[in-house]
Each structure stands twice: as C-alpha cells, then as structure tokens.
C-alpha cells in the first residue's frame, strides 16, 4: 500500500511542479525582472525566519502518532501539535516585526513587506500536511496543493489584466491564495478529533525535536542566506536568475520530502514492532531505484536546461539554466541518503543527525561567504549553488562510513554504473549536437531517445531486473491505485480513515 500511496503522492507531486513552472512562467512574462528579484528575495527572507515553525516538531508528531493505535492517544497527539504550532506563530510573528525595520528586504515601500507577512501567516500558521500524512492520505495533500498553485497562477493571469503589474499585485496574490489554502485544509480535517495536550507527549515532543532546535533552524537559514548574500553583493538581475534556477531545484525536493513523511510513519511503526530488518530492505530498494530515475535527470538538465530557460524567458535568463546544473549534482547525494536519515530519525538516533547537520550547514555558510564576496573568489551567483555542494559531498565523505558501522546503512554502489552509462550518452548527445543545430521542438525527442538507451543498456548490465518490472507494473495497477483512492475519500463515523 505504501508504494501505491508513493506513486499518487509522485504523481501528485508532478502536477503541482507542472503547474509551478506555468506559474513562474506567467510571474516572468507579466512583471520585470526586477520585479522578480524583489519577489524572490522578500521570499527568502520569510523562509529564513520560519525555522521556528518547524524545529522538528513535524517529525515529532508523525512519529508518535504512527506509534499509537488508540484514538484517544491520537488526538491527544494532534492536540499536542496544534498547541505547539499556535506558540510557534506566535513566535514567528513577533520575529518578523523585529527584523523588518532592521535588514534592508526592500527598498521601496515597507508596507509591501507588512503585507507580505500577512499573508504568509496562513501558510506558516498550517499543520495540515503533517495531520493528512499522519495517516496517508496523500490524495487530499495532492489536492490541496494542486489546489493552492492553480488558484495562485488563475489569479495571477485575472489580476494583471485590472491592476498595474508590479510587486504590489504579488503581495495581494500571496494573501489571497494562502487564506484560500488555509481554508481548503481546514476543510479537509475539519474531522479529525483534537484533545487537551498532555504533559508526557509535551515532553516526547520536546525530549524528540531538541536536537532538531539548532539544526533546522540552520537548515531554514542557511537554505536562505544565500538569496540575502547575493542580493547585497551582486545586481538584481543576477538575483532573478538565481532564483529561478533554485526554485525549480526545490521542486525536486518537494517529491523526496513528500515520500520521507509518508516512510517516517512506516518507519517508525516497524521499530516499535522490532523490524528494523525490514525498514533496511525498503531503504536499499528505495536508493536503487530512486538513484535509477535521478541520474539520467541530472544529465538531461545538463544538456538542455540552459536552451529551454533561454527559449522559455528569454536571454535575461540564460544564466538560470547553467546555475541549476550545480544544483541538481545535490540530488546523487540525496537519492542515495535522504531515506537513510528517515531512519534515523525513526530510531531516535536525532542527536547524530543533528551533529552532521550543523557541520554541513555551518560549512555551506563559509563556503557561500568565500565563493560569492567580491572581495575574495567573487564567483557571484555559481558561488551560491556551488557552496551546497562542496558542502553536502565533504560531509558525506565523513559521515557514510560512521552510518554504516553503527547502523548498517550501506551505500548503493550501483550509482558508480549509473553515471557511467549516463555519461556515455551525455558525451554522444554533445557530439550529436556539436554536428547538428535543431530546433528546440525536438529536445524532448532527443531526452526520451536518451533515457531510453540508459534504461536499456541498464537492464543489460543489471542495473534493474525483471522482478523490478514486476514491482513497478504492480503500483501501476489501476486496481490497487482506485481502491486506495476510494479508500482514503470515505471517512468511516469518527471522520477518519
């Protein structure tokens, strides 16, 4: 069930980024690109400082809730949640009044920025996405954030034909279809039963997300900072391009975050029975096949991705496509750990997430610091990008080989095949394309020629296997996908499933 579930959510999630990118594609038509620098970096700001709406405390309540059966205890559980995300609102509010006279986000109105924040408070003030995958039910996350991106670029499109297209459109934007979300969601668990917090989940909350206090706050931070550094140290056309290219990086980040909160309940339920054999399995099959889709990605951005950003919006953006090739080498690293970690985090062992967390975090910090200054390697916009992946490899380098002695998370080698056969393919497609010029109608053409070959020449060097085929022809299964569907829709007298 749970592959199925992965499968909707997977789906799911390639709707909301298809519908991201038209998004983004009507933002860069309609407004200047200045415009979008301003957007992006009022945005980055917001992020930084949402640490404290999350601290580990998602974690904490996915957990815990997947290792009650009894009802009582469940919504003692989301009662629990609820309280601490109304304090942590609280705190978050109260940070950005602080912080807004302070930094120089903007240079024109300050009010922009006031309203900015109103709106933001009905997307940071939500625990809906923890409450619907407290229990898999990934439809109506899927909904609700297709929902959110078609209301925005609908509105987008209907209000730039009444009102003057700049930024003040985008903070009426960001009001409106944040308290629209907010609405859908609160529909969606209206049912769902909230008890008083009691005190010994109080303290499993906390005793669990402590760790996570110091490192996701570096990691909200940090995964921010470098908007803020290349918005004082380079123009705002650079900033637009950068991103961009880290938007569409974060669309990647959206499916394997999404799959992380649906293992880390089934994870979780496995420890407390004793199976940790069994979550070992799913890992290894997890970066296998995860591995398998990512790389031949990697090297499809690395060949098109400059051309189409350049055909989509222009020359101003030619920069975003060669910014994203240094953020998407992240993702070989994170197909082969990112489960590893949910792991981890199911067995409690947060303290030595958190300590390998804080040293990648703190070196990406200097890194970016060194690469993007003008005053010392001054390599401006790829400086940023470059930075988290210095960062990320030095720190797996280290920390692989401890997880494997300590817990038997081994490492899947196969990637070492994977980028071999993609490579190959990547250096005859540049041949190919140095000898001929084609249009850009036909890149696809070519990708899909591309991935074809990989997956062939992978099944020769058994890279996969029929029993793989039958794995996956399983969660295709309409059968199975209907009957989960039609499930997770019908609330039985408690309003749950």
């Known amino acids: 069930m749970d592959s199925t579930k992965i499968f909707l959510l997977f789906v799911g999630n390639i709707i909301h980024i298809a519908l991201s990118f038209l998004f983004f594609y009507s933002i860069r038509l309609i407004f200047d690109i200045e415009v979008v620098g301003y957007y992006g970096t ?44 109304i304090v942590q609102i609280g705190i978050y509010v109260v940070i950005a009044l602080i912080l807004i006279p302070v930094i120089p986000i903007y240079p024109g109105d300050i009010a922009v920025v006031y309203f900015f924040l109103l709106g933001t408070i009905f997307l940071r003030v939500g625990f809906f996405d923890q409450v619907l995958f407290s229990r898999k039910e990934v439809v109506k996350k899927s909904i609700s954030s297709i929902f959110y991106v078609s209301l925005k670029t609908a509105l987008l499109i209907l209000l730039a034909v009444f009102y003057e297209n700049d930024i003040w459109l985008l903070v009426n934007l960001v009001l409106i279809s944040n ?12 049912k769902k039963k909230f008890s008083k917090p009691n005190k010994l989940l109080i303290h499993k909350f906390m005793k669990f997300s402590l760790p996570f206090f110091l490192t996701n706050s570096l990691i909200f931070i940090v995964n921010n900072i470098d908007m803020l550094l290349i918005n004082s140290w380079a123009n705002i056309n650079d900033v637009a391009n950068y991103f961009t290219a880290k938007q569409f990086f974060l669309y990647f980040l959206i499916i394997t975050s999404s799959i992380s909160n649906i293992l880390i309940t089934t994870f979780s339920k496995n420890v407390g029975e004793g199976r940790i054999n069994s979550n070992i399995t799913i890992i290894n099959y997890t970066h296998k096949i995860l591995n398998l889709i990512i790389i031949p990605i990697i090297f499809l951005i690395f060949l098109y991705a400059t051309d189409f950003f350049v055909f989509i919006f222009g020359e101003e953006y030619r920069q975003t496509g060669q910014i994203l090739n240094f953020f998407v080498i992240l993702l070989i690293p994170l197909s082969l750990d990112f489960v590893n970690i949910v792991h981890l985090q199911a067995l409690e062992e947060v303290k030595f997430v958190a300590k390998f967390s804080v040293i990648e975090n703190t070196l990406s910090v200097i890194f970016m610091v060194l690469f993007i200054s003008p005053d010392i390697f001054n390599l401006g916009v790829f400086g940023g990008a470059l930075a988290y992946v210095i960062a990320k490899i030095l720190i797996q380098i280290i920390y692989r080989p401890i997880a494997y002695k300590k817990f038997n998370l081994g490492f899947h080698w196969g990637v070492i095949r994977n980028l071999i056969i993609m490579a190959g393919i990547y250096l005859i497609q540049l041949w190919i394309n140095s000898i001929f010029t084609y249009p850009v109608y036909l890149i696809p053409i070519f990708g899909l020629i591309d991935i074809t070959l990989y997956l062939l020449i992978s099944y020769v060097f058994k890279g996969f296997s029929k029993q793989d085929f039958k794995f996956i022809f399983t969660i295709f299964n309409f059968k199975n996908i209907y009957n989960t569907i039609s499930l997770e829709m019908k609330e039985d007298e408690r309003g749950e499933l």
């Open 42 to 85: 009022i945005l980055s700001f917001f992020t930084a400082i949402s640490f404290v709406n999350d601290l580990g405390l998602q974690l904490a309540y996915l957990k815990f809730f997947s290792e009650s059966d009894d009802p009582s205890n469940q919504s003692s559980c989301n009662g629990t949640f609820l309280g601490f995300r």
């Open 179 to 190: 308290s629209a979300y907010f609405v859908l969601n609160y529909f969606f668990i209206r």
